[in-house]
């Protein structure tokens, strides 16, 4: 579902990161994701990074319109925070 998404979002929306927290390399990824505060509940686990921080995450699986659905929703918070953000700027 995320790569069918995908091509619905520009790239100065969205980029996917994959990460195989279950491969041989799983124990040095869990290790470097914890180090940057990062925990994963449940597989699949979707994080909505901006500015570095989580804004938004999702445990279990989600279907493709739910997926979307919740893109749009984190998004337009997304949109509210950088527009605050831009207000305090301007004084």
């Known amino acids: 579902n995320l790569h069918t998404t995908s091509p619905k979002y520009s790239s100065n929306q969205l980029s996917i ?3 195989d927290v279950e491969g041989s390399n799983h124990q040095n990824l869990k290790v470097e994701l914890l ?3 990062v925990r994963v509940s449940g597989l699949p686990t979707l994080m909505l990074f901006w500015r570095g921080q989580v804004v938004a995450t999702h445990s ?8 979307e659905d919740w ?10 925070m950088r527009k605050n953000e831009e207000e305090v700027k301007k004084g």
């Open 17 to 19: 990161l994959k990460y």
């Open 35 to 37: 180090l940057q505060g």
């Open 60 to 67: 279990g699986v989600i279907s493709k319109e739910g997926l």
């Open 71 to 80: 893109l749009d929703g984190n998004f337009d918070v997304v949109a509210t």
